[in-house]
């Protein structure tokens, strides 16, 4: 039982694994300067996203409004997998007397025991399986809208680039017209860039400068290696295309940057409450089971896979609220949020429904077992 437990462990490491290597390469993907435009325009996920921010005008809120209606459309599904979690919990407790015999007869860390365990849950119809389902399709909802968020995110950072440049060309042609000099051209272009930047680009929200860049110590705008790796392009070759945008991005971030405002992008608010949901949202229906009496029918290869999920899963939530934007931090902590609230709102009527599906299988089963009889 002891190996089964390390087993389980490592099987649930490679499941967190598979999604991060899954996320990293739905952001891998890098394309030339020239390809940019096109490549970029929001599909899927990232036009729905666009289409709400347009109505709301602020992306942090964006976030926040498309969270709850993700929420709203996926609620029946949860509810779905909160009632064949508890009825299979109320399945295992029912087995409980039989459980204890085998393991008592057989051993409970011995081969034979784990064998007539499950032949006794095959013969009663329990599935282990729908233990998993919620962690599964939790997970592929994460990555699809992790997917969506990063498309848009490249989207929005290269946009905001190509307005904010073609901005600073049409103040510096407007002064030298003007009769300036070229210094004092690019330095009042700067000045005005400035101001166009944190009225009509900066995507404020709350305590974040900037949503589109981490809630974290970093700056409000990147550089430019960071700004080519968050758009996905293609520095490779040192082309003379990368050169020009190198040259002209640097314009920008001098001006929003070295002459602007240059201090943490955010107050790592996100990226701790990431952490600390995420771990919440996995303790309290343990805490929840614990208090019914339910924690008893875990077998030790489910309870180490829930104590490995409880450090696992808030560690990588941790790492998205640090590394990734802050709107897709602003997502993962209205979700860990959201779902506390309906586990506690929901625990009643789940038990109830639970509780129905339960009792009307006894019935079932028993008048089967009555109807061979005669």
């Known amino acids: 039982m002891k190996q089964q437990r390390i087993n389980q462990i490592i099987l649930t490491v490679l499941l967190l694994v598979v999604a991060l290597f899954v996320m990293t390469a739905c952001s891998s993907k890098t394309y030339d300067p020239d390809q940019l435009q096109e ?45 064949s979690a508890k009825k299979m919990a109320l399945e295992q407790k029912a087995l409980l007397p039989l459980k204890e015999a085998i393991e008592k007869k057989y051993g409970a860390n011995s081969q034979k025991a784990n064998e007539e365990l499950q032949k006794l849950y095959k013969k009663q119809g329990v599935s282990m399986l729908s233990s998993c389902l919620p962690t599964i399709i ?19 950072n290269y946009t905001d680039y190509t307005n904010l440049y073609n901005q600073y060309e049409t103040y510096y042609s407007e002064n030298i ?23 009509e680009i900066q995507e404020r929200w709350l305590w974040i400068n900037n949503v589109w860049r981490p809630d974290t110590w970093e700056k409000s705008m990147s550089d430019f290696a960071r700004f080519a790796q968050s758009v996905g392009m293609s520095t490779a070759g040192g082309s003379s295309a990368v050169g020009d945008m190198q040259a002209h991005y640097e314009i920008v971030y001098d001006a929003i940057i070295t002459n602007g ?5 955010g107050c790592l608010v996100l990226p701790l409450l990431c952490t600390l949901l995420s771990f919440l949202a996995m303790w309290l229906p343990q805490k929840m089971d614990k208090k019914q009496g339910l924690d008893q029918v875990q077998d030790q290869q489910q309870a180490a ?27 993962i902590t209205c979700n860990y949020l959201l779902n506390l609230i309906t586990t506690i709102a929901l625990r009643k009527p789940v038990d109830a429904l639970a509780v129905k599906s339960f009792l009307k299988k006894q019935e079932q089963s028993q008048q089967s077992k009555a109807s061979y009889k005669r």
Do not use: C, H
């Open 39 to 83: 490549a970029l325009q929001p599909t899927g996920v990232a036009l729905g996203v666009q289409m709400l921010y347009n109505a709301i005008g602020n992306y942090g809120w964006t976030m926040v409004v498309f969270t709850l209606l993700l929420k709203v459309v996926m609620l029946p599904l949860e509810i779905w997998q909160k009632v």
């Open 138 to 156: 939790t997970m592929m909802v994460f990555i699809f809208v992790f997917s969506g968020v990063n498309n848009y995110s490249r989207y929005r």
């Open 177 to 199: 017209a003007n009769g300036m000099t070229t210094s004092q051209a690019v330095e009042d272009a700067e000045d005005r860039l400035y101001v166009y930047y944190t009225e």
């Open 261 to 265: 405002y240059d201090g943490w992008n």
């Open 305 to 331: 896979t829930n104590k490995s999920m409880m450090v696992m899963m808030p560690l990588m939530m941790a790492f998205f609220g640090f590394v990734y934007t802050g709107a897709f931090a602003i997502y």
